[in-house]
T-cell receptor
Framework: EDQVTQSPEALRLQEGESSSLNCSYT??????LFWYRQDPGKGPEFLFT???AGEEKEKERLKATLTKKESFLHITAPKPEDSATYLC?????????FGQGTTLQVKP | EPEVTQTPSHQVTQMGQEVILRCVPI?????FYWYRQILGQKVEFLVS????????KSEIFDDQFSVERPDGSNFTLKIRSTKLEDSAMYFC??????????FGSGTRLTVV
């Protein structure tokens, strides 16, 4: 069964303290691995798509990487405004299979 | 920046009533989706729609659910007879078929 698992479920960081979020996937015929940010009561906001192992993408303090089994979202020197839930999703047929998310809290 | 618009933002309905959730996808997108998120749980796929027909649906999407693109711009999700367990955030998403799926802000459905 296709599955996406994220860890940790929750992460508390001090402002400026870099860390990484993990997304493990078992999806046959992966067509894309997505990262989204979700604020409370809002819809997922697109961050990145990765298509093949070894690919990396960056946006401001965020960098996403992909291997054949995992993806990482690296957060460098986070700020309080980076506090949100980060969702990972994979697709094979077009539908997105989501992980349960990592809720990040960055304290000033 | 183009966005997916969903209405209403919050709907309260009596158990057994029919509800219609509305979405206006991004105008040049061809693929349309509905997802739901029960409070504290994962975002779950319900249905995908392309070329005026359902292309894939999940086990959740049973005979109580239907989708329609009535006028070339709106995309609707109908729940015929709501149950308490249908209470959730419902998200519409659209895609041009390549990079990225754009989600709306969601409709919070509360069944009482």
């Amino acid at each position: 069964e296709d599955q996406v698992t994220q860890s940790p479920e929750a992460l508390r960081l001090q402002e400026g303290e870099s860390s990484s979020l993990n997304c493990s996937y078992t999806v046959s015929g992966l067509r894309g691995l997505f990262w989204y940010r979700q604020d409370p009561g809002k819809g997922p906001e697109f961050l990145f798509t990765l298509y093949s192992a070894g690919e990396e993408k960056e946006k401001e303090r965020l960098k996403a990487t992909l291997t054949k089994k995992e993806s990482f979202l690296h957060i460098t020197a986070p700020k309080p405004e980076d506090s949100a839930t980060y969702l990972c999703a994979a697709t094979d047929t077009g539908k997105l299979i989501f992980g349960q998310g990592t809720t990040l809290q960055v304290k000033p | 920046e183009p966005e997916v618009t969903q209405t209403p933002s919050h709907q309260v309905t009596q158990m057994g009533q029919e509800v219609i959730l509305r979405c206006v996808p991004i105008s040049n997108h061809l693929y349309f989706y509905w997802y739901r998120q029960i409070l504290g749980q994962k975002v779950e796929f319900l249905v995908s729609f392309y070329n005026n027909e359902i292309s894939e649906k999940s086990e959740i999407f049973d005979d109580q659910f239907s989708v329609e693109r009535p006028d070339g711009s709106n995309f609707t999700l109908k729940i015929r007879s709501t149950k308490l367990e249908d209470s959730a955030m419902y998200f519409c998403a659209s895609s041009a078929g390549g990079d990225g799926y754009t989600f709306g802000s969601g409709t919070r459905l509360t069944v009482v």
